[in-house]
């Protein structure tokens, strides 16, 4: 096989979690509630499927140490892992709970001792409760509250962390957490999502520039994108899915780098549309040192008449779908990283997530788990990077989501995205065959995605 075919020698092999769904113990050694906490303890029963809650998830807060074992055994040089800011700054301000930071010191210095490269995101949807109660990321204010948690997060860890995040996703937050209410906090407020999403672009370039003035290495922010494709040839279904890609894609990347909101929101959302300073443009496109582009799927959109965006989703038949109800369409990512380059130049990028739910065998059969679906979605994604790094993009790294399977937000524990299962009832972990597939593909660098796999039959996804 050519060089061509293989990943750089260089390349970062990772795989993602975030704090508050797998580490459990969410009100230990002197942490404050976080809005999920809440969410999931709303009075009269919580938010998430099947009442599930984050008390216990994988119990990564006292099994550190065994998760890290794991990344090792994979053969991965990085980890990518979210700080929960309520275990350091319990009320989101003011005092410091030095309990909580000794548990990231812990876990940086166990990754480090590994030869595990941390990758360090400060906001994975967690925001301390008491901020909500002013305002959340409704707030102005919340740049300042942000900058000032990263602050004391940079002195404590950045000697020793390479690769920084300011926040993941903020398109899910804001849709989800504030327009429809699906994830917490939970509000239903269409006018809500144009100020939270300038908010939280705000709270990046604070926190990057406080950056600047404590750190020496990398930080970027991670986006959730997706190529939005027109169901139809017509003009409404066109505009319908240039109006999905403004408010999910270039919402955020067009003034992370610098370029102005894209115009189709302020006519969207006419008078919720926020006034927008230049202060705050200049503050939002701090320069960055790469992007995380977090690849799913795509989305196929049609014309609809309901707010805000007036466009809807629509599932080609014939597609292959994950449990999450997801399409499979691997092209998408090599699509992605060509039109983020094309916007970005040479800018490195790593793909900071992508994987896939799907219902895994309930036990492990003499040790093994068969999860051939998983191989087949990761063997697809992994060749589109490839494919990507071999047409020019400066791809530095991958980060598989997730290492373990874990609590999935408002869907709870059902859906397992986990390169590694986890028996919720006895807390043990089983490698999945994707994770032996995938550390195969990392220690051949790519070669295995070209070898024929004993679980992966050429008919089960049509792209294969
Ligand atoms: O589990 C989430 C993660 O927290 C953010 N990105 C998408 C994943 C799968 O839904």
């Given at each position: 096989m050519s060089e061509v075919n293989r990943f750089p020698e260089d390349f970062l092999w990772g795989a993602a979690t975030s704090a508050y769904q797998i580490e459990g113990s969410p009100l230990a050694d002197g942490a404050g509630p976080s809005i999920w906490h809440r969410f999931a303890h709303a009075p009269g029963g919580g938010h998430i499927a099947n009442g599930d809650t984050g008390d216990v998830a994988c119990d990564h807060y006292h099994r550190f140490a065994e998760d890290v074992a794991l990344v090792a055994d994979l053969g991965l040089n990085a980890y990518r892992f979210s700080i929960s800011w309520s275990r350091i700054l319990p009320a989101g301000r003011g005092a410091v709970n030095p309990r909580g930071v000794a548990f990231y010191d812990r876990l940086v210095d166990t990754l480090l001792a590994r030869g595990i490269q941390?990758?360090?995101?400060?906001?994975?949807?967690?925001?301390?409760?008491?901020?909500?109660?002013?305002?959340?990321?409704?707030?102005?204010?919340?740049?300042?509250?942000?900058a000032d948690y990263a602050r004391v997060v940079f002195r404590a860890l950045g000697d020793r962390v390479?690769?920084?995040a300011t926040i993941n996703e903020p398109w899910v937050i804001m849709d989800g957490g504030y327009v429809h209410?699906?994830?917490?906090?939970?509000h239903r407020d269409v006018a809500a999502g144009p100020p939270v999403?300038?908010?939280?672009?705000?709270?990046?370039g604070a926190a990057v520039q406080a950056y600047r003035a404590e750190g020496k290495r990398h930080i970027g922010i991670v986006l959730n994108l997706e190529p939005k494709h027109p169901a139809s040839d017509t003009p409404q279904d066109g505009d319908a899915a240039r109006r999905a890609d403004a408010y999910m894609n270039r919402q955020f990347l067009e003034p992370v780098l610098g370029r102005p909101y894209p115009a189709e929101l302020p006519e969207v959302f006419g008078a919720a549309w926020p006034a927008v300073t230049d202060a705050d443009l200049r503050l939002i496109a701090q320069p960055i040192d790469y992007l995380g582009v977090n690849y799913y799927k795509r989305g196929v959109t049609r014309h609809d008449d309901a707010p805000p965006i007036k466009a809807a989703a629509v599932l080609p038949p014939g597609a292959v779908y994950t449990e999450t109800?997801?399409?499979?369409?691997?092209?998408?990512?090599?699509?992605?990283?060509?039109?983020?380059?094309?916007?970005?130049?040479?800018?490195p990028l790593y793909v900071t997530e992508n994987g896939a739910a799907f219902v895994d065998p309930p036990t492990a059969t003499n040790g093994r788990m068969d999860d051939p679906l998983r191989v087949a979605y990761y063997r697809a994604h992994l060749r589109a990077a490839l494919e990507a790094l071999r047409r020019g993009v400066n791809l530095r790294g991958y980060f598989a989501w997730s290492l373990l399977d874990n609590l999935e937000w408002s869907l709870g524990y059902a859906k397992r995205f986990g390169l590694v299962h986890v028996d919720y009832a006895t807390q043990r972990r089983t490698p999945k065959a994707s994770a032996r597939f995938y550390a195969d593909v990392?220690?051949?660098?790519?070669?295995?995605?070209?070898?024929?796999?004993?679980l992966v039959l050429p008919a089960m996804m049509p792209w294969m």
């Open positions: 941390p990758a360090v995101t400060l906001y994975h949807w967690d925001l301390p409760a008491a901020l909500d109660d002013d305002g959340g990321w409704r707030n102005r204010d919340v740049a300042d509250w942000f390479p690769l920084w209410g699906t994830l917490a906090p939970g999403a300038h908010n939280l672009l705000r709270a990046h109800g997801w399409e499979v369409y691997p092209p998408g990512l090599t699509e992605t990283l060509l039109w983020v380059r094309e916007r970005t130049g040479d800018l990392v220690r051949t660098r790519g070669a295995a995605l070209f070898e024929p796999h004993p």
